[in-house]
């Protein structure tokens, strides 16, 4: 993969993972008397290690990292103009659901193609691979809370 191509995937991500500290920790303030509040809190804190990351990384190959605008409008659809306004734990849960794993599918996808190219013990893997696993515990996280909440729901309708 050319340096350039390479660069735009890294901003890329750099740029979903700032949308998703400022999200979670949005997330966080609204729910903060609950436990779901603290998880939020401490998962924008690791979002923030990934922008870190992959900042320190664009720098590296030369560049500067670069916000690409409104990345998560795309992911998320029709719940983008109400993004803000979600106040309901079960909607916030579906959207956070859906980046995580669109991140997790590109993060893949780059994985793969930088595979095919480099050894793949390469520290850029490396930290891609590590990004991956942290999206990948957060959707767990994110759809147990979300099925949990879902069976109190239906026991309540009985
Ligand atoms: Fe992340
Ligand atoms: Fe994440």
Redesign the pocket.
Same mark, same amino acid.
């Given at each position: 993969m050319k340096r350039e191509q390479l660069i735009t995937h890294l901003n890329w991500f750099y740029s979903l993972e700032r949308n998703?500290v400022d999200l979670y920790t949005s997330q966080s303030s609204s729910f903060n008397k609950h436990y779901t509040g603290l998880v939020f809190e401490r998962?924008a804190y690791? +979002?923030q290690e990934h922008v870190d990351n992959l900042a320190h990384k664009i720098k590296e190959l030369g560049a500067n990292p670069s916000l690409l605008g409104d990345v998560l409008s795309p992911i998320i659809g029709s719940f983008a103009g109400k993004l803000i306004s979600l106040t309901g734990l079960e909607e916030v849960l579906k959207i956070n659901i859906m980046i +995580?794993q669109k991140?997790m599918k590109d993060y893949k996808e780059l994985i793969n193609t930088l595979k095919k190219k480099e050894h793949a013990g390469s520290e850029l893997i490396k930290l891609l691979e590590y990004n991956f696993i942290? +999206?990948n515990l957060?959707t767990e996280w994110f759809k147990s809370k979300l099925s949990q909440l879902q069976n109190i729901d239906s026991s309540l309708e009985h």
């Open positions: 998703q998962i690791i +979002e +995580e991140a942290d +999206e957060h």
